[in-house]
């Protein structure tokens, strides 16, 4: 949230101060994600070899984010702008593969936990762009950091070196195929780089009006949250492959339906924390780097859409572009995870 | 071709159409900025470089698991 009100206060202040041009947003913004998600991969390795990193880096992320909160409420120049969106963009990063470690390290083997970590983002995206666009100060965001840091510091403990994760087995609803790390990371890799191309051209076939604003983002916040609880329930593999070709399904029949579109979207989402504990699974000494490969994954979604955007795909077509796409999301989740019932099956024969 | 990607960051960021995205990776506006000619140089740099530092971690953790399963 306090990252996305700093994006949009900043591109408000310089677009209305007439010191940047169209393109020098496009940049800001490119930058921010860049830093933001490009770089949580390489801070993941970092936190993986040195623990004293991994021990600090997600309370440096989440406390220091005041720091640029600060800067952009008493500064609103172009220079202030670009200095706050480097700084909370870092902090983004490091708070990001962190948490994520913290979270998987602490869940007991469960993929709910995960779930519900990433799906806060999707909230905290519409709530800070909003908020940004709006006339008022940075004290919503500086509150809430302050309050996230003061609840850390009260109730958190620091994690031990294993956590609850057990190298052997970490999470017991995800069973990998028999497939080298290789094959079942490019997968998972490939799959949440469909999640996150085919989300953002999601065709809504509404006018994002009211509450509908919010929709995706609750949608989405949902489904990756319910992606964790179902799939600790029933299976990661079941969840994911059914999920995605429901999702699917549903966007077919969506039409102008808010109430079918905002399902299908939740759907759509609910392989996310799958993919992430998966790879998290594969590489179970290598967490950080794990979290920050998903995250790499997004970003590669996000530059395949600035080089083929949604403007120049139709409605129509960005429904049959998802669904080849989901196809291929369903065969590489496929590819590296296995179902719960072939392994008793297995067994028993 | 400029006139194209002008064109979608002014719908982006004027109308804010879709500024409001699904994932966390935030609002798609246009990367391929006008009068930047070395952007697509410097994305195409950093991709590749994020794609072969994430493959050469993933072998590297590949001999390491291979390694540790023959011990």
Redesign the interface.
Known sequence: MSCFYILFRGVETVYRANEADLATIGIAIMLYNCIAFGLQMVFGSLADKHPKIEKLIGRVGLVFMLIPLAIIWISQTAIASWISLVICALLNAAFHVGGGMDVLKESNGKIAPSGIFVSSGALGVVTGTLYGKSEVGALLPIGVVLTASILLFLTAKTPSKEGTFTSNKPFPSIILTKHGVGIISACLFVAVFIRSYAGIIWPLGFEKIGFLVLLPAVSSCLGKALGGIIADKVGAMETAVASLALSIFLLFLAGDSWIITGISILLFNMAMPITLCGLAAAMPKHLGFAFGLSTFALLLGYMAYTQIAFNEISFINSKYIITILGIVAILLIALSLRSKTNRYVGKNS | MWEKI?D????E?LH?T???????????????????PF?PVI?AV??TG?LV??II???K??K???QAQTE
């Open positions: 002008h979608f960051l002014k719908r960021v804010k879709r500024d409001i995205a699904i994932d966390p990776v935030g609002p798609a506006i246009g990367g391929t900025a006008i009068g930047f952007l994305l950093l991709v994020g530092f994430a971690m993933i072998v953790i590949s390491k698991k291979k």
